[in-house]
């Protein structure tokens, strides 16, 4: 019998350790690109100012750098330890992206960090901002290597079922690699860094002009930062749209529940809130025409017929297809070496009905509806504070070309306390992609329940709460010296 216990804290210990992680990376992502654009003011206008504002934004990306490694190493551990099923049955796979990143993109972050930190009178300028472009580009790439891992996971492609093995193993590396949902995902995970970055300068900047200090160090870095978030919100936007089509047509019942839409049909509605709704406006989201059909929740248990007369399957026939597929495995591998025709007959009845292989471990179809709630508001908190903050980076610059912005006391104290609004924002986003997706693992492929260790759940409810101290603490120790060094603030040649 399946420990719904184990599953729930393992889930959650997990949970912990990517929610934790995501604290770090976007704003690396973010002042990477900030702080690479300073110093190319710097060598191109040869002015030392530029050079002392690229430097101080470096020692706040160095703090966030250091300590969101630690997160991210122990959550790729917690695939062996917590998931060990999962990482046997989807090794093969899932583990190729992970080692290509920490072997490529990982040392190259560490090798020009090193460069970019300890190189300023050591090498040349140019070479010397060369290593600032490529820190960046290397979390970058090591970001890209990490979605291609999570987008398979939304998006199971390139592999087939080896029932001598009984894994899934990897046939076309480039389908992994190109997979579409690891492009949209790519961008529009990594550009909301660029988004986080700059929301972050903003206001810590503020913060100099409340203070009335380094005022020209302030306006400069709000400058800076406020045309990179611009940008940067307006590409997350345009990968959202490509990402809402995927969902659609991949995890369309996470695009369901992203909308709380019980029944689906043509010109299905998109709603702001419940009880608000924009006619026709989900279809064009997910289909790009307003007369697109748009499947509800009911509509995925009981199964539909699509618009082109295919008819889908309910999630009652989906499970009996899994139990059939999940017996002819039995049969295959009791009968391979002692009765051939038969493990022959098993393994082509198993071949037939493998893409369903995952629902024969579902016990009850309402289990494959996510958390709704949870996912609908998340989608709203994720898309409502992105359009809000977009609209402050442009108030923001236009208050600075305006030369407005050192009198603007109460956009000074907005843009300062929108700081944990853009990491609630980020981490909404993944609560809509990684929730939204339950019950699998693996999209259709692998449900959690059948992807855990075997561990007792004391142990995983120990280490929870372990994680959650040593987590905290190392949360509270980067946000002390972050402080510390923005107190300190930039080289005082740069405020003059």
Not at 115 to 134: I, P, R, S
Not at 276 to 297: C, Q, R
Not at 373 to 391: A, H, K
């Amino acid at each position: 019998m399946i420990d719904s216990a184990l599953i729930g804290w393992s889930r959650a210990q997990f949970a912990l350790t990517a929610c934790y992680h995501w604290v770090f990376v976007p704003l690396t992502l973010g002042l990477a690109v900030i702080m690479a654009v300073m110093e190319t003011v710097y060598v191109v206008k040869k002015d030392e100012f530029w050079k002392r504002a690229a430097k101080f934004w470096q020692k706040i990306f160095g703090i966030n750098f250091a300590v969101g490694i630690a997160t991210g190493i122990i959550l790729e551990f917690e695939f062996g330890t917590n998931w060990s099923n999962y990482s046997w049955f989807v090794g093969d796979i899932f583990g190729a992206p992970l080692a290509i990143e920490g072997i490529f993109a990982f040392f190259m972050e560490a090798t020009f960090v090193a460069v970019m930190f300890f190189g300023w009178n050591k090498v040349g300028k140019k070479f010397h901002l060369a290593a600032t472009w490529l820190t960046g580009i290397g979390a970058s790439i090591s970001a890209l290597w990490i979605l291609i891992a999570n987008a398979w996971m939304q998006h199971p492609v390139g592999m087939e079922f080896n029932p001598e093995t009984v894994r899934h193993e990897m046939v076309d590396f480039w389908a992994v690699v190109t997979n579409p949902v690891a492009i949209s995902k790519f961008f529009h995970s990594v550009l909301s860094g660029w988004m986080t970055g700059a929301i972050f300068v903003i206001g810590v900047s503020c913060w100099y002009l409340i203070r009335k200090r380094d005022v020209r160090f302030a306006r400069a870095s709000i400058k800076v930062a406020s045309v990179v978030g611009i940008v940067g919100t307006l590409a997350v936007m345009s990968s959202g749209d490509s990402s809402a089509v995927h969902v659609a047509k991949y995890q369309p019942m996470k695009l369901a529940a992203a909308e709380g839409l019980e029944e689906g049909g043509p010109r299905a509605p998109f709603s702001i809130v419940p009880g608000l709704e924009i006619p026709g406006m989900l279809s064009i989201l997910a289909t790009h025409d307003i007369n697109g059909f748009v499947p509800g929740i009911n509509d995925l248990l009981d199964g539909y017929t699509a618009p082109d007369g295919t008819q889908v399957l309910s999630a009652d026939a989906k499970k009996e297809r899994g139990d059939i597929a999940l017996d002819a495995f039995k049969a295959y591998r009791e009968n391979k070496d002692t009765n051939p025709e038969a493990a022959a007959e098993a393994k082509k009845v198993l071949d037939e009905n493998v893409e369903y292989f995952g629902y024969g471990y579902i016990g009850d179809k309402e289990e494959l509806v996510p958390n709704v709630p949870l996912v609908y508001w998340s989608f709203r908190v994720m898309v409502g504070l992105g359009c809000f903050l977009l609209l402050l980076m442009v108030v923001v610059l236009w208050a600075e070309y305006r030369n407005r912005i050192e009198n603007m006391r109460w956009l000074h104290w907005v843009a300062l306390f929108s700081i944990p609004l853009v990491y609630l924002a980020g981490q909404a986003g993944w609560i809509v992609a990684e929730v939204g997706r339950q019950p699998w693992a693996i999209q259709d492929l692998l449900p959690v329940s059948a992807a855990i260790s075997s561990l007792s759940a004391g142990a995983v409810i120990t280490t929870f709460f372990i994680f959650v101290a040593v987590f905290t603490l190392f949360l509270a120790v980067e946000i002390r010296i972050m402080i510390k060094a923005i107190r300190k603030g930039p080289e005082t040649e740069v405020a003059k």
